[in-house]
């Protein structure tokens, strides 16, 4: 499924943080192994997938010249996750050998209302294809079946893997199939395009406690724990390292920071001990110096309110993207 993995330690290697979010973008593995819809890694066709070699001389080349991925970035005003997941894709699938872009973010409509957007519509020699793209982070159950995908939930409680697999299946991907998505993808001579999707993320599990992972989990999707403040100091007793608060902005590759950058666990405590306990979940990573004297991320964790668990159900019939 992902034609990658002997270059999984590549992003580690990057110090670019663009850089190197777009190489975990692209390497990382995906959240499901199973989806009841087809899934495709958007580069599987691409000379990259043939010759791994080359995708890894690329994404160095971007290391030592980021001005062009920066600009890229920089035509967009738009600040949410998910878009700037969608961003690094774009930017690749634009260098990528093999795969010829032909529309990003595609509206269809149907007398002036807008039906959805089609993510993005590729082509390569198996064919074109429309996919779905979605980075997503949920959090495992404390107390129950793990299995069931909508026992997984985002951090804010309003959305959760259940759902987005149901927004997936029945409206986001069949769209590519309506009469009205077909008329504007014929301006591309686009025929018997294939709607796939590419789901990456990660899965919290809580702490203490256990819960089986979900039904069609990927054997190496990404991983962290989640906890409350209550087992807070349970759990730093057994931990070393040192921490980072993780802006929302730097959820996609596993941080990597000078000492300076990162916090001692005395530090980071003085800085909770400022907090709400009730306030939004926050993502810890703890780090650990590596051969090179810089700190490398090894676990990332949601640090939760007491009563996270136990949100009114009404909270969430809301869905919310990344």
Avoid at 11 to 27: C, G, I, N, S, Y
Wanted: aromatic share 8%; charged share 20%.
């Amino acid at each position: 499924m992902n034609p990658f993995s002997p270059l999984d330690e590549l992003p580690r290697q990057l110090r670019h943080p663009a850089v190197r979010d777009l190489a975990w973008t692209l390497l990382s593995a995906p959240l499901l192994q199973h989806p009841d819809w087809p899934q495709r890694h958007p580069l599987s066709a691409s000379t990259w997938a043939q010759t791994p070699g080359l995708l890894a001389d690329w994404l160095r080349q971007q290391e030592h010249d980021s001005g062009a991925l920066e600009h890229w970035l920089a035509r967009s005003q738009q600040r949410r996750l998910g878009h700037y997941y969608e961003q690094l894709w774009q930017f690749a699938l634009h260098a990528a050998p093999g795969v010829e872009l032909l529309a990003a973010n595609l509206a269809i409509r149907e007398e002036g209302r807008t039906l959805g957007e089609l993510d993005m519509v590729i082509r390569d020699a198996e064919g074109d294809h429309h996919l779905e793209l979605a980075i997503k982070l949920y959090l495992g159950p404390e107390q129950g079946d793990g299995e069931p995908p909508a026992n997984w939930l985002g951090p804010g409680r309003h959305d959760s893997l259940g759902r987005k697999l149901d927004h997936l299946r029945q409206q986001q991907l069949p769209l590519s199939r309506s009469p009205q998505a077909q008329a504007v993808l014929s301006n591309w001579q686009a025929q018997q395009v294939q709607a796939e999707l590419w789901l990456g993320g990660y899965l919290f599990y809580p702490w203490p406690g256990h819960c089986d992972s979900p039904h069609g989990a990927h054997p190496q999707h990404l991983r962290g724990v989640w906890l409350t403040h209550q087992a807070w100091p349970a759990f730093t007793q057994q931990q070393g390292g040192r921490w980072l608060l993780l802006p929302r902005s730097a959820w996609l590759a596993p941080a990597r920071a000078s000492q300076a950058e990162c916090w001692s666990l005395i530090e980071l405590n003085q800085r909770l001990a400022q907090r709400d306990p009730q306030a939004a979940p926050i993502l810890l990573a703890r780090l650990e110096i590596d051969e090179q004297g810089d700190w490398q991320e090894v676990q990332r964790m949601f640090l939760v309110a007491d009563r996270w668990s136990q949100a009114p159900a009404a909270e969430l019939e809301a869905t919310a993207g990344a």
